[in-house]
């Protein structure tokens, strides 16, 4: 393996941050573990706005946590109200390009009012405090509007990603036994609209929504059943411009997130007010380092809990101006998240791995034509970023000027758990280095056992944190089974980890990704990295083939940057590739080419169906399947929003 490289912080860059060298990194940490209690308890007074104080900061009987209770608050105040009576009133808040070139820039004093206006549509439709609404939008203004103004009533929301299909809408509809929906009749993608309220149609033929709210953005055509659906901006008309935000309990239910388990039916996460606030308000500070001058782009889907987390509720919170762009990273050239960077000076970028595979794949041309001075920071969620990726987005994105923070984090852990502060943590490439303060994970085994550093095990989170999920909707006996008894007496990820001699943990990818070939326990990540790392290779996944021999062997699937060449011939140098990177026993016993690999909608490899394609006996030429494969991956693609 190549040697590790080490980015430690630029002086000039720590002597501004929050939290400037690694001493004061450690003296947060120490505290938070000798005294969460008083640890979380002062940061909740300081970085919250509260109707009423709170009278216990934890309450925790395993696997039910309650945070700060007593208190009452209210996220969409902390996000708007708090800064109206500050210079930040008239600062931008949401700063929003759409497809077509269409901008806006929504001061904190205008959001404030169209959260309120809108808000006093949904109490006009009967909601209150406690109700349900489904949220399916495009990535356009008013899909903040519409969560904050849920927030403001104390409505728990739930967003599905606009690239879902009606049945996966339905499902959750249904599980959330929401009473409204609100949506758009449609958003841009590629140059074309999008329909989302046709999808809302077809959902609820057989369902009992009492409202349907939808927005006019592409002017497309939508049918409006009278009674049911309403235009937004005719509901909206009526409305006023006063609406106090409710104060509510600490664990009033915030919003329910779907998101994909181990089984079928999806996930119904649920987060709760007062911790999740407190969470995604102190990572921007901490991971992001915010400063009020700053633009700050995450390109996520406010369908994804990235967008949730740091879109909407963390950025707004923190007073920061935060980017919304609409449509595909690729339209009209493969140069617009650059021209937009280069348009709004956007200064802290936060994006994934497989967005910037994809945007490195179409050569430097692209981000070198625009001007990318503004940045000065920039993020990676969503899966290991191999190192060749880092390399790239450092140099040629960040010009070797920017920290990188490899944050890692889940839809159930609310925001950032491991991640480098920048100006604190020397970075290694591929590593999302340290705990956050408060934050006590592990690397063990079966039993629980923390295993010895550099070995692999599983990654574990030893005590709740104020972000973290509450419960499954409607089926706490899953939470419990899922997250809380696998391991005795710690949060399970699901992911497989190691720490090195630094303490750095090093996230290996999914457990159930791992396959095991002649005993070797091997992570798929590491051959997908060390196959990404030849020149030639734009991205890679590695799926376990069963094996009479071996037990499994490695299969791998790569697609190519632009080149051409002979694929045998290339199919045997990956293979030696892979062996003198890892050894012999990684070696890929087969190396199949693709156009694209099969993502899910956010952008994850679907590993699942290519291990299918090579377990199937049905399936015998490879080129057919991975044909359709690509099919697959295109039709996802044009919905895929890089969470
Ligand atoms: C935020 C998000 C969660 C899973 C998680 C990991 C993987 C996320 C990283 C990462 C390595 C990272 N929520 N993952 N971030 N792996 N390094 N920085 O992605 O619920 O959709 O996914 O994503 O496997 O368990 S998620």
Not at 182 to 203: F, Q, S, Y
Not at 218 to 224: L, S
Request: contains cysteine; hydrophobic residues 40%.
């Amino acid at each position: 393996m190549n040697a590790e490289a080490v980015y430690p912080p630029s002086a000039g860059f720590s002597r501004r941050a929050h939290v400037g060298d690694l001493e004061q990194y450690r003296d947060l940490y120490r505290r938070a573990e000798e005294n969460p209690e008083q640890f979380w308890g002062e940061l909740a007074q300081s970085e919250l706005f509260w109707f009423e104080p709170f009278s216990s900061v934890l309450e925790w009987h395993p696997p039910n946590v309650k945070w700060f209770t007593g208190g009452k608050t209210n996220l969409a105040y902390n996000c708007l109200d708090r800064h109206l009576n500050t210079p930040r009133a008239a600062k931008t808040a949401i700063l929003w390009e759409g497809e077509p070139g269409d901008q806006r820039a929504v001061s904190y004093q205008e959001l404030h009012r169209l959260v309120s206006r809108f808000a006093n549509v949904l109490k006009a439709r009967g909601l209150k405090a406690g109700d349900r609404a489904i949220i399916y939008m495009p990535m356009v203004p008013e899909a903040a509007v519409a969560m904050l103004a849920c927030a403001r009533l104390g409505v728990t929301h739930s967003v599905v990603f606009g690239g879902f299909s009606s049945e996966a809408l339905k499902a959750r509809i249904e599980d959330l036994g929401a009473r409204v929906v609100i949506t758009a009749d449609g958003g841009w993608r590629r140059g074309k609209p999008v329909a989302l309220k046709t999808a809302v149609d077809e959902a609820i033929q057989s369902l009992d929504v009492a409202d349907v709210i939808v927005l006019r953005r592409t002017g497309g055509a939508v049918r409006m059943k009278p009674g049911r659906d309403h235009w937004w901006h005719d509901l909206e008309a009526d409305a006023g411009d006063v609406c106090p935000a409710e104060p509510l309990d600490s664990e009033h239910p915030l919003f329910v997130l779907y998101t994909s388990g181990t089984t079928g039916k999806p996930k119904g996460i649920l987060h709760t007010t007062a911790g999740y606030a407190l969470h995604t308000t102190l990572t921007m500070k901490w991971v992001f380092d915010l400063r009020e001058e700053d633009v700050y782009w995450c390109t996520a889907d406010v369908g994804w809990v990235t967008g949730h987390s740091y879109v909407v509720y963390g950025p707004l919170s923190a007073g920061a101006t935060t980017l919304m762009y609409e449509g595909a990273p690729d339209y009209p050239g493969f140069d617009r998240w650059w021209s937009i960077v280069e348009r709004h000076r956007v200064s802290i970028l936060y994006t994934s791995p497989t967005a910037i595979r994809a945007l490195l794949r179409q050569g430097d041309q692209w981000p070198d034509s625009h001007d990318l001075a503004s940045l000065r920071l920039l993020g990676s969620v969503g899966e290991p970023i191999n190192p060749a990726a880092w390399e790239w987005y450092h140099r040629t994105i960040g010009k070797g000027r920017c920290p990188i923070v490899d944050t890692w984090w889940q839809t159930e852990t609310g925001a950032i758990l491991i991640s480098p502060l920048p100006g604190a943590t020397p970075a290694k490439p591929g590593s999302a280095t340290l705990p956050l303060p408060g934050v006590i994970p592990a690397v063990v085994d079966f039993h629980g056992k923390p295993v010895p550093r550099g070995e692999k095990g599983f990654l574990v989170i030893q005590r709740p944190w104020p972000g973290m999920l509450r419960t499954i909707l409607n089926d706490p006996a899953r939470y419990e089974s899922q997250y809380w008894q696998r391991i005795p007496g710690a949060y399970f990820t699901g992911d497989a980890a190691r720490q090195d001699e630094d303490g750095y943990f090093w996230i290996l990818g999914r457990v159930d990704d791992a396959i095991n070939v002649s005993g070797h326990r091997l992570s798929t990540m590491e051959v997908e990295s060390a196959l990404v790392r030849h020149p030639l290779v734009a991205e890679a996944a590695v799926v376990g083939k069963p094996d009479e021999i071996t037990g499994q062997a490695v299969c791998a699937f790569v697609t190519l940057k632009n080149v051409d060449r002979d694929h045998r011939d290339l199919g045997a140098e990956l293979r030696q590739w892979v062996t003198h990177e890892i050894g012999a026993f990684a070696r890929p016993a087969e190396v199949r080419f693709a156009d694209a690999l099969p993502k899910t909608r956010s952008g994850k490899i679907m590993r699942r169906l290519l291990r299918e394609i090579v377990t199937s006996h049905s399936v015998t030429g490879d080129v057919t399947t991975l044909e359709d494969m690509a099919v697959v991956s295109r039709l996802a693609a044009q919905h895929d929003d890089e969470a």
